[in-house]
């Protein structure tokens, strides 16, 4: 999985290429994690339009990311859900926990 | 069968097999994923459980055409055998978290449950071994 972040504004996108799974879920974790908490941005955005699969510790690592945020007042935003991905979160009950936006300019705009 | 070690790299790999595996069996496209997913998750847990997170230890998968006579029918389907050489486990203490819960970790039992019909846990000699077995659809007649 390859991760690179953008800023935007005040927002900061990860883009995330490749499946994430417990091989690479820790580098997910670590590197949305010290955003959040060095940077403090008011909204993080995760690209996952470039994600196949996300295993469950790849879930763990996003509600982490959700969980900081929402301990900073900021808002923690996924959007370009795969199929695989999507099920993932609704097997888990978490799809509603989320915002889940379909595309960048939604996420950017709610 | 597939022999790997307990290296996360060939999740992936896997992963790619397992559901490739599926789709020539003749499941439908959700049911590969699942079973995909639930092959991945059983893995995972082997890696980080049973072997602690160790990259080097033996993991064997088998694969079969599932097909149990139960009252003159047949059900085809895929199983699964995935086997390690880790200390005993004790399936009783295995609970998944409740679903919904904002918190991190216990997915990963859910997920298996869900895609599978059968999950069995024994430890036979040194071997802890994990069966997954999912039918295809509607049992058929037996010919």
């Keep these: ?110 | 069968m597939m022999a790997l070690s307990s290296n996360p790299k060939w999740l992936s790999i896997v992963r790619a097999a397992v559901e490739r595996l599926a789709e020539t069996l003749g499941f439908k496209a959700e049911h590969c994923r699942s079973i995909t997913r639930a092959v991945d998750e059983a893995l995972t847990n082997i890696v980080r459980h049973s072997y602690s997170n160790r990259r080097d230890q033996p993991i064997t998968m088998y694969f079969r055409k599932a097909q149990p006579k139960q009252e003159g029918e047949v059900q085809h389907g895929l199983e699964i055998i995935l086997c390690d050489r880790g200390p005993v486990a004790d399936a009783t203490k295995w609970r998944g978290r409740p679903l919904g819960e904002i918190r991190p970790g216990g997915l990963g039992l859910h997920l298996i449950h869900d895609a599978m019909d059968i999950v069995e846990f024994c430890r036979k000699g040194d071997i802890n071994r994990l069966r997954l077995v999912k039918y295809l659809g509607q049992a058929s007649p037996a010919a």
């Design chain 1, 1 to 110: 999985m390859q991760i690179s972040t953008r800023r935007h504004d005040k927002v900061t996108i990860f883009d995330l290429l490749g499946d994430i799974d417990f091989a690479n879920s820790p580098e997910l974790r670590h590197s949305v994690l010290r955003e959040i908490q060095e940077n403090r941005p008011p909204r993080v955005v995760m690209n996952l339009s470039k994600v196949h699969y996300i295993d469950s510790s790849g879930v763990a690592s996003l509600v982490e990311g959700l969980k900081a945020s929402r301990d900073l007042g900021s808002r923690f935003i996924l959007f370009g859900l795969s199929t695989s991905a999507r099920e993932v979160l609704q097997l888990s009950r978490l799809i509603k926990v989320f915002e889940v936006c379909d595309n960048e300019e939604q996420a950017l705009a709610v």
